[in-house]
């Protein structure tokens, strides 16, 4: 069976409880999700969709049972660490790129790792350089070879391109994941998620 796919963008506080998730899932499946950075601006812009923040401005009952949902997932989950980010939302651009160039860099989950880390549990203003290049930094990674990457064309194009791809794929929105070739959408489904590829994994052993 094809790995399953994990799309994220770290501006998402739903993507990051899902990412905390995923290593679970890969113990008990035995499989291990694909995850791919892709622009969640562009995936909205391409869908005619929008955050919560904006769909639901006029509906403020709407948007306190959003933040409520965070707040169970999190406590089921013992995800004590998360803290919502002071900045949200974050232009998360150079972050995305990022991602793209620390995998051409073999710095990938040490790179997807600090940036949930500096977005959503030691929370910073990530779209400013400065503080970009401080965090990183902090986390031991080569933040200018990452950064001159990061603005290589091909760089951009391989961003644009994973966007691209999810958008085939039928996302609309992030976090979402590809089992076989079904589209799951949001944390909240997880276990479906782990669901189909058990199904999976079990066809291909018969």
């Not at 770290?10 to 622009?39: C, D, H, K, M």
């Not at 562009?42 to 965070?70: C, V």
């Not at 919502?84 to 051409?104: C, D, I």
């Not at 977005?119 to 910073?124: F, K, L, N, Q, S």
């Amino acid at each position: 069976m094809t790995d399953p796919i994990f799309y994220f963008d770290f501006g998402s506080p739903n993507a990051y409880l899902a990412w905390r998730e995923l290593p679970a899932i890969e113990t008990r499946t035995g499989v291990r999700f694909r995850q791919v950075p892709a622009l969640l601006g562009g995936i909205f812009k391409a869908t005619g969709n929008q955050s919560p923040m904006t769909a639901f401005a006029d509906i403020p009952a709407k948007l306190a049972y959003e933040h409520r949902e965070i707040e169970r997932f999190v406590t089921k989950h013992r995800l004590v660490e998360f803290r919502m980010n002071p900045h949200f939302p974050v232009n998360t651009l150079m972050l995305m790129r990022g991602a793209v160039a620390a995998e051409a860099e073999g710095l990938f989950d040490r790179y997807v790792a600090a940036a949930w880390h500096y977005m959503w549990e030691d929370p910073r203003k990530m779209d400013d350089p400065r503080t970009f290049g401080a965090a990183f930094a902090e986390a031991g990674l080569p933040v200018d070879r990452i950064a001159d990457r990061a603005q290589m064309q091909g760089t951009k194009d391989a961003l644009m391109a994973n966007t691209q791809t999810a958008l085939d794929h039928g996302v609309f929105g992030l976090p979402a994941f590809i089992v076989g070739d079904e589209l799951w959408f949001g944390k909240d489904r997880l276990g479906e998620v782990e669901d189909a590829i058990a199904a999976l994994v079990s066809a291909s052993q018969v």
